[in-house]
């Protein structure tokens, strides 16, 4: 009791780092707390899935295993229960392989992402997140973009037309978006000029959220976020109405669920993305305690607090979008893709850019002003955006409104073909 | 014959995808907040109310004696189009009559009402009750003491006179 009392006393803020055999066992249980609370979400979230999709179409949702709370668990057991089955003719190898590659990197995402405030003990100041790396957000990068090769080699695999289909859509779809991705992240780095998730939250502390600072940003990134976990409006790799059910078709029981989990895991992760780069990561709102100091072990529960409330508002953003919107068309998720969002992250990197330098020449320091010009650009930004999609093409309809020079063109081929056929006749 | 393509220009408010992203938000919301309004019936816990004029299994009505109404006089297995009333009728010392054996087999019955409205005696109902399981096909055949056990509402049958049943 003593030792936990002591633990969420307050502390000295520059309190050494912790460091030798506490390191090694702080570390341990940090992994080990981590790797059960997102496997245990992970599962609530399908019920919360579930509920909300129940919600939206006023049904009541799950609601007779332990009242609903023990349906995870109930399907959990249905999936270790089930029949493996191995269809005839698939690369076993890969087959196997395929669902943990689609699971892991979603899973070592995870250790670099900040959690909390440190957490002051005797043994020194702990950090709270699994592994504090230097380029930490590289590292995100680099492993989220591995995830598509478990969707590929599963589709590849299946020794299914369906699965293949699904996995080539999915490797098309990953790759456009994870460039307009990587690009709308430019501009949080080059405002933080570090690439250490730590201290783009620190930035973010003095310099406002960067939801603020680079709203288009946001938005791209989490329209690109959407593509990269394959949830819909972009879930074409799965598309059970035109695929079955894409790259799984041919998975079962505790292997499909592993793709599910994967699913869920890679949701939570970009929703955790988010929540970082753009608001504030595991920053109080309102105070700058939780960044200067005293620190405590009540400062660092209410942090943890904080981001886990950041994460499942995204978390539910993406559930209410998957049940509202319906899926993209093919050519219409390639051409949003490659026609305006990496167009516009790549004007808008330009743009931020421009006006960073514009405000160091001004001799103007990051706070209130430099977050106000920043802020008041990109609602400029956002409203001329807005109104070039309203009465754009590219994510509308196939019915939408044509440009002159299509109609005309349309019309001369309408009329090309009534000439030729009075002509033949 | 040539393929005409017919191009239809709509207006920005018809077609704009953003528009039609924020008001289907919107409406998915707004139905995720209704919390007291959901369309689910519970079931085992809940049943939504049935007709009364539902046909469902039979009932017999009994005296105040607790004997069966039934007089034997044959008329509803004459008319049951299914065929699937077996009745024997006896007669007692006082030349009464009754019926020795009346069973119905459930699964043969289409729920015709027929027994119902033909029945002088208003004796053979057709009930308002839907629950029927049993474990093999002879449960199913209703004999004369299960018939007058069953306690569930019967049918009311359609008036003329009020054809809405108000």
């Known amino acids: 009791m003593n030792v936990a009392y002591a633990l969420l006393q307050a502390a000295d803020p520059n309190l050494p780092p912790i460091s030798g055999t506490p390191f090694f066992l702080f570390t341990v249980v940090k992994m080990i707390i981590i790797f059960t609370i997102y496997m245990v979400g992970v599962a609530l979230l399908t019920l919360a899935e579930r509920k909300i999709s129940a919600w939206i179409q006023d049904r009541h949702g799950p609601n007779r295993v332990g009242k609903g709370w023990l349906q995870p668990a109930a399907d959990g057991l249905k999936n270790f229960m089930k029949e493996e089955t191995m269809p005839a003719g698939v690369n076993k190898p890969l087959f196997f392989l395929a669902p943990i590659i689609a699971f892991i990197p979603a899973l070592t995402a995870w250790c670099v992402i900040p959690f909390g405030a440190p957490l002051p003990t005797r043994w020194g100041r702990i950090d709270m997140v699994v592994a504090d790396l230097p380029v930490g957000f590289l590292f995100v990068l680099a492993l989220t973009s591995l995830g598509v090769y478990g969707i590929v080699l599963a589709g590849w695999s299946s020794n299914n037309k369906y699965a293949l289909l699904g996995g080539l859509r999915s490797s098309a779809q990953m790759v456009s978006y994870e460039i307009s991705m990587g690009m709308a992240t430019i501009p949080v780095l080059l405002l933080v000029g570090n690439v250490s998730l730590n201290s783009i939250i620190n930035q973010q502390a003095w310099g406002g959220w960067n939801v603020v600072n680079l709203t288009v940003a946001f938005l791209i990134f989490m329209v690109a976020a959407f593509a990269e976990t394959n949830r819909l409006p972009f879930d074409l790799p799965e598309a059970e109405s035109e695929l079955i059910a894409g790259y799984h078709t041919e998975y079962s029981a505790m292997k499909f669920s592993l793709f599910f989990i994967a699913e869920y895991a890679n949701m939570v992760t970009a929703s955790a993305l988010m929540a970082t780069l753009f608001f504030g990561g595991w920053d109080v709102p309102f105070t700058s305690r939780d960044n200067i100091g005293p620190y405590s072990g009540w400062l660092t529960l209410l942090s943890i607090g904080i981001f886990l409330f950041k994460i499942l508002f995204f978390v539910f953003v993406f559930m209410w979008i998957r049940w509202t919107l319906p899926r993209f068309r093919y050519d219409q998720l390639m051409s949003l893709g490659w026609k305006l969002m990496i167009p516009l992250a790549l004007t808008y990197i330009v743009l931020i850019a421009a006006i960073m330098l514009g405000l160091s020449a001004a001799d103007i320091q990051p706070g209130m002003l430099y977050a106000t010009i920043l802020g008041s650009t990109n609602v400029a930004i956002l409203l001329i955006l807005f109104a070039i999609l309203d009465r754009g093409r590219i994510i509308s309809p196939a019915y939408g409104r044509l440009h002159p020079r299509e109609l005309e063109r349309m019309r001369q081929v309408t009329r090309r073909a009534q000439m030729a056929a009075e002509a033949g006749r | ?166």
């Not at chain 2, 009728?89 to 009754?98: A, F």
């Open chain 2, 1 to 166: 014959m040539a393929i005409t393509v017919r191009v239809v220009d709509r207006p920005v408010e018809e077609v704009s995808y953003i528009r039609a992203t924020l008001k289907g938000m919107g409406r998915t919301l707004s139905h995720l907040l209704k919390f007291n309004d959901r369309a689910t019936v519970q079931y085992p816990e809940e049943k939504s109310a049935i007709s009364p004029r539902w046909r469902g299994t039979h009932r017999m009505l009994t005296t105040e004696t607790g004997k069966a109404k039934c007089v034997a006089c044959g008329l509803c297995p004459t008319v049951c189009p299914a065929n699937c009333i077996k009745l024997v009728p006896g007669e007692d010392e006082e030349g009464n009559r009754y019926p020795l054996v009346c069973e119905i087999d459930e699964f043969r019955c289409i729920f015709c009402c027929y027994c119902q409205e033909v029945c002088p005696e208003e004796a053979i109902h057709v009930g308002r009750h839907y629950e029927n399981s049993e474990y093999s096909r002879d449960g199913f055949v209703y004999d004369l003491q299960r018939l007058m056990d069953q306690s569930h509402p019967v049918c009311e049958m359609w008036d003329p006179e009020d054809p809405k049943g108000e």
